[in-house]
C-alpha cells in the first residue's frame, strides 16, 4: 500500500549518558510540503534530524523513507538516498574555497592526459557563481570561508542544500543570520522546491516566518510529541504554551530605566573599507540597539572597539578619559566585554567543560596568587548556572552536550565573571527559543538597572524596537541615522537600512 507520506519516523528514541532526549516521538512529512518542527531549545529537535542523517544512531523505532525503512550510518549514506541537510551549527571546511564548499563530497572532475583524475576547480567556481547568480547573491566562489561572515556562511549553506537535488531538505535554523532580503530569496527558493515535490522540514524559532510558509507543525517538549496539525489551525500563542508549557505574557519586557551618565563615547571612528565617521555614545542604565542589514559594518565596528581589530582613525572615551584599546585584554582591563556574534567559532572552547568556559575570561577573579582556586571556580559556576537558569547535566558537562540556547547561556555567564560595565551584545539571541530569548531579555533589562550599559546588535528588528532605548542605524558602513523609542517602526529603520544600498 502506497503511503501518503514520503518520510515517516515512529517511535523515535535516543539517550545520551542516562538521560532520554528523544522519548517515542512520531513524525510524519507529505511530499511537497513545509513542516516546520519546533520546540524549546533541548527539545530534541536537531536531535531527531540528526538521527535522520546518520549522525546519530537511534536507539529504538524506524524510519521509513519513501516506503522502505532505512537507517543512515553517515550523512553521505542519508544524501545518497536524497536527504540533505542545512545545520543550524554552521560547519564549513575554512580553508577551502567557497565553490570546494558547495561541491564537497561530489567534486567535479575530469581526467587529464596521464589520465589521472582532478578536480576541475574552474567549473566548480563557474557553476558555483552561476548558482550565486540565480538567487543574487553576491560572493566571489574563489574566496576562503574563514574569509567570509557568518551571514555569508549561513547563504553558502543553504545554496549548498537546496543545489544537491534532494528529496528532502531539513533547514535547521536556516535564517539566524540573514537579513529579510535575503529570506525572500530563501522564501522563493523553498516555494520552487515544493512546487517541483521536495518536501522541506523546517526548524525555526521565529513565529512569523513559521506560520508564512509551513503547512503542518509538529512541536517538541523535553524530547516528547506535543502536537502535530495544519498550520492554518494553530496560532502563536497556542505554540508558545505547546512549547514551554506555560504562557509567555509580555514577550519583550522592557525595564523602565532612566540613564545616568555617558559611560562611553565613540568619536570619529574609521576602518579603511570597513566604517566611516562613526560617533555615538551609551549611557549607563541604557539598551542602544545597532541595526543595519548584513555587510553594513556593525560587527566590525564592535570588534574594533573591542581591539580586536584596530582604527585607522578616531577616539575612545570611557567616562570623559580618552582611552586607547589595542587588544581585548584592553577591553576587559576597562570593563568592556563583547559577546561575539557566533558562539561556535568565537564564544566557546568546544573541547572543555561547561564550567571551564564560564571561568575563561574571569578566571584571574578566582585565582589566588596566579593558581587558580577551583573550589571557588565551581561556586562561580553553579552560581551562573542558576541564575542564567542553564539546562545541564552537570557544570563538568562538555559545553558540547548543551543545546544552542543553552550554550549561549554560557556565554553570557562568563563575560558577567568580569564584572563589566559596558556589554557589547552581537546577536544575543540568534538560533534561541523562546522561552530562552525571555530569559535573556529578563537579564538584560536587570543588568540595565543595575546600571550596566548595553550595545546590542540585532539582524531581528522586533528584537530592536522591543528591548531598545535608541537605535542605532549603519548602512554602507556609515552611520546614517539614530531614532528615539517615539520613532521606532520597521519602516524607518529599514529606510535608514538601505539608504546606501543602491550606490
Known amino acids: 500500500m502506497k503511503s501518503d507520506y514520503v518520510l515517516e519516523m515512529k517511535h523515535i528514541e535516543k539517550s545520551f549518558f542516562g538521560v532520554k532526549i528523544l522519548n517515542a516521538v512520531d513524525l510524519q512529512v507529505k511530499p511537497g510540503e513545509v513542516h516546520a518542527l519546533i520546540g524549546e531549545n533541548g527539545a530534541g529537535k536537531s536531535s531527531l534530524m540528526k538521527i535522520l542523517m546518520g549522525i546519530y544512531e ?23 538516498h536524497g536527504v540533505s541537510m542545512i545545520h543550524q551549527e554552521l560547519t564549513p571546511v575554512l580553508d577551502m574555497e567557497v565553490a570546494e564548499n558547495i561541491f564537497l563530497g561530489r567534486e567535479i572532475k575530469h581526467v587529464n592526459a596521464g589520465l589521472m583524475s582532478l578536480v576541475d576547480k574552474k567549473e566548480q567556481r563557474e557553476q558555483t557563481a552561476s548558482l550565486f547568480s540565480k538567487l543574487g547573491i553576491d560572493i566571489n566562489p574563489k574566496l576562503l570561508m574563514r574569509d567570509l561572515s557568518v551571514a555569508q556562511i549561513q547563504l553558502v549553506e543553504i545554496v549548498k542544500a537546496i543545489s544537491l537535488s534532494a528529496k528532502i531538505v531539513i533547514m535547521d535554523e536556516p535564517t539566524s543570520a540573514i537579513t529579510d532580503k535575503e529570506i525572500e530569496t530563501l522564501f ?60 509567555i505574557t509580555e514577550f519583550f519586557p522592557k525595564q523602565t530605566v532612566e540613564p545616568d551618565d555617558v559611560v562611553l563615547e565613540v568619536k570619529n571612528f574609521c576602518q579603511k573599507k570597513k566604517f566611516q ?43 570623559g578619559n580618552k582611552v586607547n584599546i589595542r587588544h581585548p585584554k584592553d577591553a576587559i582591563q576597562n570593563k568592556i566585554a563583547l559577546v561575539t556574534e557566533d558562539r561556535k567559532y568565537t564564544g566557546l572552547n568546544l573541547k572543555a567543560t561547561v564550567e571551564h568556559n564560564i571561568s575563561l575570561v574571569g578566571i584571574n577573579n578566582l585565582a589566588n596568587y596566579g593558581v587558580i582556586n577551583r573550589k571557588n ?20 558537562s562538555m559545553i558540547t552536550s548543551l543545546s544552542g540556547g543553552n550554550q549561549q547561556k554560557v556565554v553570557l555567564s562568563k563575560w558577567l565573571l568580569t564584572e563589566p560595565d559596558i556589554i557589547i551584545l552581537d546577536e544575543p539571541t540568534r538560533g534561541i527559543d523562546v522561552g530562552a530569548k525571555r530569559d535573556i531579555y529578563l537579564f538584560m533589562g536587570e543588568l540595565a538597572k543595575a546600571g550596566k550599559a548595553i550595545l546590542m546588535i540585532s539582524s531581528e528588528i522586533p528584537e530592536l524596537m522591543g528591548l531598545s ?28 537600512a538601505s539608504k546606501f544600498e543602491a550606490n
Open 58 to 80: 537511534l536507539d529504538a523505532g524506524e524510519i521509513i523513507l519513501n516506503g522502505e525503512k532505512v537507517k543512515f550510518h553517515n550523512p553521505k549514506e542519508a544524501l545518497d
Open 188 to 247: 522563493e527558493q523553498i516555494t520552487r522546491l515544493k512546487n517541483e515535490g521536495v518536501a522541506i522540514i523546517y526548524i525555526s524559532h521565529k513565529m512569523d516566518e513559521i506560520f508564512r510558509i509551513a503547512d503542518r507543525i509538529t512541536v517538541l517538549r523535553d524530547g516528547h510529541l506535543i502536537c502535530t496539525d495544519d498550520a492554518n489551525k494553530l496560532n502563536k500563542d497556542q505554540l508558545i504554551m505547546m512549547m514551554v508549557g506555560r504562557e
Open 277 to 319: 565617521d562613526i560617533n555615538f555614545s551609551l549611557r549607563a542604565g541604557e539598551i542602544v540597539g545597532v541595526a543595519g542589514l548584513v555587510g553594513a559594518g556593525r560587527s566590525e565596528l564592535v570588534e574594533c572597539i573591542f581591539g580586536i581589530t584596530h582604527p585607522t582613525s578616531g577616539e575612545i572615551y570611557l567616562r
Open 377 to 396: 571556580e565551581a561556586a562561580a559556576a553553579e552560581e551562573q548556572i542558576e541564575k542564567m537558569k542553564i539546562k545541564v547535566f552537570s557544570r563538568k
Open 469 to 496: 532605548d535608541r537605535i542605532l542605524v549603519i548602512a554602507a558602513g556609515r552611520l546614517t541615522g539614530e531614532l528615539k523609542r517615539n520613532e521606532f517602526s520597521q519602516e524607518n529603520i529599514m529606510r535608514l
